[in-house]
């Protein structure tokens, strides 16, 4: 999306913090921790000089005690040993301990919540809410799923500190959910040398930030196997992405894979591996190599071969991540209807046949399609610019696409409303709000999708358009890692509109 210079005067932001729980701050060390949205004080503290004793029951034990490995980890970096789960018996250790279970595996996770009730959402602590109780002698974590007590768990060590040699935490009950359920980040990750920073975001960060889910676009950074002219000399393997697959489980992390479709097929005077290796899939096959005069290059929505090929590409990085969906991109496409077989065509007609070619093929294998949304959007209706919405007829196709794709709406420049998100989840369509490289744009558009109270909205995505190594670089701490035009406010831009999908809150 951003990474053109045409940028727009919505751009061209103050990058003003919005004052969240969740500090704004670009080093790392200075993020606060999220205030729990219950917190019952009573007096005294659990206080320990030495190691407590770890128990969890056999559901917090699932998958080799994934939920609860944050408390393990922090444990043994806080008394310099090595600390391990042991499984919960009947009886209740002398020692100071931490207890950590499902909430209908014992009852006094059941007294917990019971005593919370009221504090509660309707549907009480769902699938990623926990409760903490605090007493001197001892903690009870409890969730109704293991996402819930690895979101406690995180919060247990950030309540701990950082201070070598003991834990000192204060007596009370508390309880936090997340205000609203998807908060993800959408990367660039194409070459086998991202990697390491992929497993950065999702080890370390992810859980800092509430993180759920992470967009890793690809496109066509692969060692491919089916089409073998369009891999990728440095691309991801099947098995970088076995690994990132399964360090992201144990996290409570989703990866989404995704291609850019359609559009986006060219960048200044470089064309993409698509139609360089199958230039009959070009939609402007006359243009000079260069691609002068244009913004990008796009494939040709009416050319039979094109989705099946495509499809062929998204079914490898889903059968490598073991997705559950895919990431269609699809945005900024300004070239349709130029081919001899398009001429003519309407604009809107054209892009839902992309999308719904697209969508038969990963509906197939039950696979949910997401894109971006700029294209559905009219830019005359919502006084979005023609990089947000569209200027070339493309908007019709909102009603000719099916309403179980989930629109991605992207808006970087600030603003108090954002219509489009509004007119697409009227639609009937999951809408995910995504913002960038301000705190003040991503705090306002993620407090508007929660202010509209829509169903449809899910949650509050983080785009980057940055090399993933600077994003990890800015996440740890380094302010010179991101300081071009595209990037200055990106650190402050993930951890404010996060933050505020979590807390629901400035």
């Not at 990750?189 to 992810?206: L, Q």
């Amino acid at each position: 999306m951003i990474q053109s210079d045409r940028v727009q005067d919505a751009f061209r932001t103050m990058f003003v913090m919005v004052g969240l729980v969740v500090a704004g701050a670009t080093n790392a060390q200075e993020v606060a921790t999220l205030t729990p949205k219950v917190v019952v004080s009573e007096a005294g503290a659990f206080h320990c000089d030495n190691v407590p004793v770890l128990l969890a029951t056999r559901g917090a034990m699932a998958d080799g005690a994934a939920a609860i490995q944050p408390l393990q980890a922090m444990l043994t970096r806080k008394f310099s040993t090595q600390v391990d789960v042991k499984p919960a018996g009947r009886s209740i250790p002398v020692a100071p301990f931490i207890l950590a279970g499902l909430s209908n595996e014992r009852a006094s996770f059941k007294d917990l919540v019971r005593r919370l009730h009221d504090k509660l959402p309707k549907d009480g602590l769902g699938d990623e809410g926990y409760a903490l109780e605090v007493a001197a002698d001892h903690v009870f974590l409890t969730a109704a799923r293991p996402a819930g007590l690895f979101r406690g768990a995180t919060a247990l060590v950030e309540m701990a500190g950082k201070q070598a040699g003991s834990i000192n935490l204060k007596a009370g009950e508390y309880a936090d959910w997340p205000t609203i359920g998807w908060r993800g980040m959408h990367i660039m990750a194409s070459t086998h040398a991202s990697v390491p920073a992929i497993e950065a975001i999702i080890t370390k960060y992810a859980p800092e930030l509430r993180l759920n889910r992470l967009i890793l676009e690809v496109d066509y950074g692969f060692a491919f196997r089916s089409h073998p002219e369009m891999a990728a000399a440095d691309g991801l393997t099947v098995e970088d992405c076995r690994h990132i697959a399964s360090v992201a489980r144990t996290h409570f992390v989703e990866i989404i894979p995704s291609i850019n479709c359609l559009g986006h097929q060219s960048w200044a005077k470089k064309t993409g591996t698509l139609l360089t290796a199958h230039p009959e899939f070009d939609e402007t096959p006359a243009l000079p190599p260069d691609n002068p005069g244009i913004y990008c290059r796009s494939w040709c929505p009416s050319n039979p071969d094109v989705a099946p090929f495509v499809g062929d590409l998204m079914d490898e990085l889903i059968a490598a991540f073991g997705a559950t969906s895919f990431h269609c991109g699809m945005d900024e496409v300004f070239i349709l209807g130029e081919c001899p077989r398009c001429k003519g065509k309407d604009n809107a007609e054209l892009f839902a046949r992309a999308v719904n070619d697209l969508h038969a093929h990963l509906a197939k294998h039950k696979i949910g399609m997401m894109i971006w949304g700029d294209r559905l959007i009219d830019s005359a209706a919502t006084g979005n610019s023609k990089w947000e919405a569209s200027a070339n007829g493309t908007a019709p196709a909102i009603t000719r696409i099916p309403k179980d794709i989930v629109l991605c709406d992207w808006h970087y420049g600030k603003a108090q409303d954002f219509p489009s998100v509004k007119v697409l989840s009227d639609a009937g369509f999951q809408v995910w709000p995504s913002g960038w490289n301000s705190a003040e744009n991503a705090g306002q558009l993620a407090l508007y999708g929660l202010r509209i109270g829509s169903p449809h909205l899910v949650g509050y995505l983080a785009t980057t358009w940055a090399g993933v190594d600077g994003v990890v670089a800015g996440l740890g701490g380094d302010q010179t890692a991101n300081t071009g035009r595209n990037g200055s406010g990106l650190i402050a831009g993930i951890r404010t509109g996060l933050g505020v999908a979590w807390s629901g809150k400035q």
